[in-house]
């Protein structure tokens, strides 16, 4: 049986338009790309909070092969970034190949067929030889089970689905959370709000932006000379490069860095009450690491307090604290990330004699070969997979080394025969994840702290122990060993 499509996509945020960009070019290749919503972007369509900006420099934080020499700012804000990649749709014709309003709630691989059978959430149904997930890890918001929440009478919402028909110029906001939504937001909105409380669970450290404008001279020479953006790029990129290092077991660059994030803090906060609450008392990096020039600024204003009780009770109108002090609400925000460790969602994948993938990872914790392959689930790839994320570096760059690895997997699976299909070894990725586990036991992830890195487990499901040159280079090519080629036919035939 001929597929409808040689590959189906699942999601069209960075991920999965990079995917579909090359698979263009590929030329070969038919593809379909699935997207539940009314338009591309991802976490860039889905976060729209004030102050919400990327926090890797714009000119990395982009596909190597779609430059933006327009990029307004160093750290590009979401709507700039959001209207990138529509034009990316645009500039590579994409818009034929995205089905919109379209959320994927099942896959089916059949062992007969060597393929999948794709459906919607309204029963729709489309068989492809590979299906590539790239649904990313921050689509699943966390919201604190707090005494009393569901009696709150004002408004609630979290930073990822914000209310924008919610005036709140002059109300007494509460912000739950120090991470990387919060301390955009804070600054963002007290300007204008009656009263800021920031419920701070653990302090985070928090590096200098040092954001600016891009100049109309650097664009116009990035408009006309190409490889000057280029270089700059790869500047970019090799200085975060360098940064990771800290976090991988370089003391040297761990006290350079750790000081660094010392001096912003006391040039940015005299106050030594408030100093003492802002400061972080566990090794940098075993959280993550935040930019920001503003953040600290805005903790000193005097609408703004910082607490650091924790949440005891939510009342009607009011949130309690562990002191007994009671604060009156009108609006709490929760800034409180998302669920990264275990991949869960809506989507049930069904594998060889089966297997349920989703229903597997929440027992054993997810892993993949490369975070792209699961045993078990053959012709089946995810982008931005387990133990793939990065605490240094841009995640762009991540996933163009998987998109690498997936146009190497469709050349293999093409030369295996039109009914093939390739399943990763069970013992190779044991092998892999059993290293990739003894590796993160060595960085500053696993020096003690709690993180949203961390699985229920206290396993690192989420992060990529090394620097992402080593990435790069170990999913440059397939090798064909890792793999289990099987035929269906001759499979068919041994159970005949």
Sequence with gaps: MKPDVDVAIIGAGFAGLGAAVRLKQRSNTSFVVFER?????????D????????????????????PNPNWSRMYSPQPEILAYLQNVVDTYNLQPHIRYHTEIIRTEFSEENACWTVTDRTGNALTARV????IGPLNRPTIPKLPGLDQFAGRTFHSSRWDTSYDLTGKRVAVVGTGASAIQIVPAIAPIVGQLTVFQ???????????????????RLFRQLPVFQKS???FIYWLNELRGLSFLGNETFHKFGTAQARKHLEASIDDPELRRKATPNYKMGCKRVLVSDDYYPALTRPNVELV???????????????DGTERPIDVLIFGTGFVASEIICDLNIIGRNGRSLFDEWLTTGPEAHYGLTTSGYPNLLFLVGPNTGLGHNSIVHMIESQVNYVLGYLDLLERAGHDAFLDVKPEVQAAYNADIQQKLARTVWASGCQSWYLDARGRNTTLWPALTVAYRNATRRVNPADYNIVQARQLAANRA
């Design 47 to 66: 976060n729209i909070y004030p102050g919400c900006a990327c926090d890797v420099p714009s000119h990395l934080y982009s596909l190597s092969f779609a």
């Design 201 to 219: 669970r653990t302090a985070p450290y928090v590096m200098p932006r040092l954001d600016r404008a891009v100049s109309s001279v650097e664009q």
């Design 37 to 45: 919503a009314d338009r591309v972007g991802g976490t860039w369509r």
């Design 131 to 134: 299906v590539i997930g790239a």
């Design 232 to 234: 700059y790029r790869t």
């Design 308 to 322: 650091t009780e924790r949440i005891a009770e939510v009342k009607p109108n009011a949130v309690v604290t562990s």
